[in-house]
């Protein structure tokens, strides 16, 4: 089995940053894809960005240009840089992994607990 631990979360004023991390454990050679969805209370889960085990990397439009997945292999890590910060970005932010892909109608097997980013205006 995976486990997925976030890291990272907490409270920033508007146009401020920070970085989410997500350490994978356990049968990681069996990942392929690892991302990160975020929820926020009224809204739709939403798929905010996701890396493959090549480096491929993909982005919601609404955090294009402001949001950075990256992985260290080695750590077996996932990273979310956030930049810019925006109220709208307010949401519990999950890491999430699978074998074969991550889609928006098709999350990864694997979740983490969830970390929460709180953007005050």
């Known amino acids: 089995q995976v486990q997925l631990v976030e890291s990272g979360g907490g409270l920033v004023q508007a146009g401020g940053s920070l970085r989410l991390s997500c350490a994978a454990s356990?049968?990681?050679?069996?990942?392929?894809?690892m991302g990160w969805y975020r929820q926020a209370p009224g809204k739709q889960r939403e798929l905010v960005a996701l890396?493959?085990?090549?480096?491929?990397?993909n982005y919601a439009d609404s955090v294009k240009g402001r949001f950075t997945i990256s992985r260290d292999v080695a750590k077996n890590t996932v990273y979310l840089q956030m930049n810019s910060l925006k109220p709208e970005d307010t949401a519990v932010y999950y890491c999430?992994?699978?074998?074969?892909?991550?889609?928006?109608?098709?999350?990864?097997?694997?979740w983490g607990q969830g970390t929460q980013v709180t953007v005050s205006s």
């Open positions: 999430n992994a699978d074998s074969i892909t991550i889609t928006t109608m098709r999350p990864g097997a694997y």
């Open positions: 890396i493959t085990t090549g480096g491929s990397t």
């Open positions: 356990g049968s990681i050679f069996r990942l392929n894809v």
